[in-house]
């Protein structure tokens, strides 16, 4: 296939897949909207207790959950959305498929190609975990996340293929920036199920935040949720900046150097590593732990964004 017709190719697929999403995301909002809320005592039964702090304490010794029942027509509503998000990951795969196909080389070589591959990266988590869960509940925040991301691709971060600078020419690229794009998707996957939890939490019996929370699962299962999504990550995490600091001693002679990119990478994982450690020595859970996961995926975000656009360093040529 000529290469104009692989660029075209790509552009369809991605735009085909905002598209499909943009349905799901209207059909996973019918579809919370029609979920069958918890009696005022119920959610108040689901609010997070405090527990006492113990070192070693297990973090996930917490109260049973319980899932808000679906009337059949939301529940239907919402296995469409799941659907509809399955179509648009293909397609947005096969976007990304084409995109490498057309430049001759993994896509990650700029911003554009790894936006859409992080949009790729949280939409595929979200629907591995609903393998093993129910987690429609959580389509309304995941998918406006990943039209958000394709969006800001499409219209401020698009660019032609080209060929990469000697210094990406390396398999290198494919393990750490790889690495990277899965633990983006499952940071914010976190990030998403911890602002939930600050909505779910303590909410009253009347207001925004009391209607989310009486079709949302108990504030205990999203707390051990994000707990366990980021407990899994931060290994890969960690692999991710090893990686990276060998792949920067082949490429420039040095291991480790302070440019923006690795210092920012560096916080992320110190970050992550103080909500581990606060979590398991010093009993943080609930809202303070939440926060910190939020802050944790902002900090791994900005070092995407911010870095790129506001500071010069040897990763200035390229989004990864």
């Known amino acids: 296939m000529e290469s104009e017709a692989l660029a075209q190719l790509s552009n ?8 499909v999403l943009a ?7 019918a579809s919370f909207a029609g979920r069958r809320t918890k009696a005022p005592a119920e959610v108040e039964a689901n609010v997070a207790q405090p527990v006492p702090a113990t070192v070693g304490a297990a973090p996930e010794s917490v109260q049973p959950e319980t899932l808000p029942a679906e009337d059949p027509a939301g529940r239907r509503i919402g296995n469409i959305g799941m659907a509809l998000s399955w179509l648009a990951w293909f397609l947005l795969l096969g976007g990304v498929i084409a995109r490498g196909l057309w ?18 990266a949280v939409l595929g988590v979200f629907l591995g975990v609903s393998v093993w869960r129910d987690v429609r509940w959580l389509g309304v925040i995941i998918i406006p996340l990943v039209l958000l991301t394709l969006g800001l691709a499409v219209t401020v971060l698009y660019t032609e293929a080209s060929q990469l600078v000697p210094a990406l020419q390396s398999y ?3 393990i750490h920036v790889s690495t990277a794009i899965v633990c983006g ?8 199920v ?12 009347s207001g925004w935040r009391a209607r989310w929370a009486q079709r949302l699962p108990a504030a205990q299962r999203l707390d051990r949720m994000a707990y366990r ?13 090893v990686s990276g600091a060998i792949w920067a001693e082949s490429a420039w002679g040095r291991y480790w150097g302070w ?5 920012w990478a560096f916080i992320t994982w110190v970050a992550y590593a103080a909500y581990l450690h606060a979590r398991s020595t010093a009993g943080w859970r609930g809202r303070r732990a939440a926060w910190l996961a939020i802050a944790g995926a902002g900090i791994f975000w900005f070092n995407y964004f911010g870095v790129n656009l506001l500071f010069s360093g040897l990763h200035s040529y390229s989004g990864v």
């Open 12 to 19: 369809a697929l991605v735009y085909s897949s905002m598209f």
């Open 23 to 29: 349905l799901a995301m209207l059909a996973f909002a």
């Open 103 to 120: 430049a001759e080389r993994v896509p990650w070589g700029n911003m554009y190609e790894f936006s859409l591959t992080s949009a790729l």
């Open 172 to 174: 290198w690229l494919i």
């Open 185 to 192: 998707g499952a940071f914010t996957f976190a990030a998403s």
């Open 194 to 205: 911890a602002g939930l939890y600050l909505i779910a939490d303590g909410a009253g019996e």
């Open 229 to 241: 999504t980021i407990a899994f990550t931060f290994p890969l995490w960690t692999f991710a900046v």
């Open 259 to 263: 440019d923006p990119k690795e210092t």
